[in-house]
T-cell receptor
Framework: GNSVTQMEGPVTLSEEAFLTINCTYT??????LFWYVQYPGEGLQLLLK???ADDKGSNKGFEATYRKETTSFHLEKGSVQVSDSAVYFC?????????WGAGTKLIIKP | EPEVTQTPSHQVTQMGQEVILRCVPI?????FYWYRQILGQKVEFLVS????????KSEIFDDQFSVERPDGSNFTLKIRSTKLEDSAMYFC?????????????FGPGTRLLVL
């Protein structure tokens, strides 16, 4: 069946460090891929998405490229801020539902 | 910016009681969803709903669960007889179309605690 695997957290970085959160997926066909973010005490917010191979989603300095050959959708940011501290979820769309990774907690220290 | 809203934000109930979680999707959206997240676990799909019918449901969504769109704005999830294991954060989501490029927009969640 379809599934999403994310790197385990927490990931702790210093401000202005480079961020990578790995996400790989297993799916039939070519599903749309998403990154959602959950800030402390809040709901799930769409961060970025990609709908086909080689698409790059980007938002708020974050980027992720849909890699069909490696079935990956890694999240990257060149210089993180304290305000980026949150839980990040990778997800794929399968039929009518989203299938989620376990989430990666990101902690940014000043 | 339009957003999905959910009420209540927190609900505490006794095992065996019925609960209704309420959601107001984004006004021009036609597709509605419920997900849940048990503490420390993955977000799990429960059900999708379109045109007053369930489109898809997961194994979790058994006879104890039901969904309804009672009027033009609300979308509800009912749990008839709550169990301890129903304690979770419940998220409502909506989208304006279904297909390539579809995005589901989520509400802030209702934290349900069953005692």
């Amino acid at each position: 069946g379809n599934s999403v695997t994310q790197m385990e957290g927490p990931v702790t970085l210093s401000e202005e460090a480079f961020l990578t959160i790995n996400c790989t997926y297993t799916a039939t066909g070519y599903p749309s891929l998403f990154w959602y973010v959950q800030y402390p005490g809040e709901g799930l917010q769409l961060l970025l998405k990609a709908t086909k191979a080689d698409d790059k989603g980007s938002n708020k300095g974050f980027e992720a490229t849909y890699r069909k050959e490696t079935t990956s959708f890694h999240l990257e940011k060149g210089s993180v801020q304290v305000s980026d501290s949150a839980v990040y979820f990778c997800a794929l769309r399968s039929n009518y539902q989203l299938i989620w990774g376990a989430g990666t907690k990101l902690i940014i220290k000043p | 910016e339009p957003e999905v809203t959910q009420t209540p934000s927190h609900q505490v109930t006794q095992m065996g009681q019925e609960v209704i979680l309420r959601c107001v999707p984004i006004s021009n959206h036609l597709y509605f969803y419920w997900y849940r997240q048990i503490l420390g676990q993955k977000v799990e799909f429960l059900v999708s709903f379109y045109n007053n019918e369930i489109s898809e449901k997961s194994e979790i969504f058994d006879d104890q669960f039901s969904v309804e769109r009672p009027d033009g704005s609300n979308f509800t999830l009912k749990i008839r007889s709550t169990k301890l294991e129903d304690s979770a954060m419940y998220f409502c989501a909506s989208s304006d179309f279904r297909g390539l490029g579809e995005t589901q927009y989520f509400g802030p969640g209702t934290r349900l605690l069953v005692l």
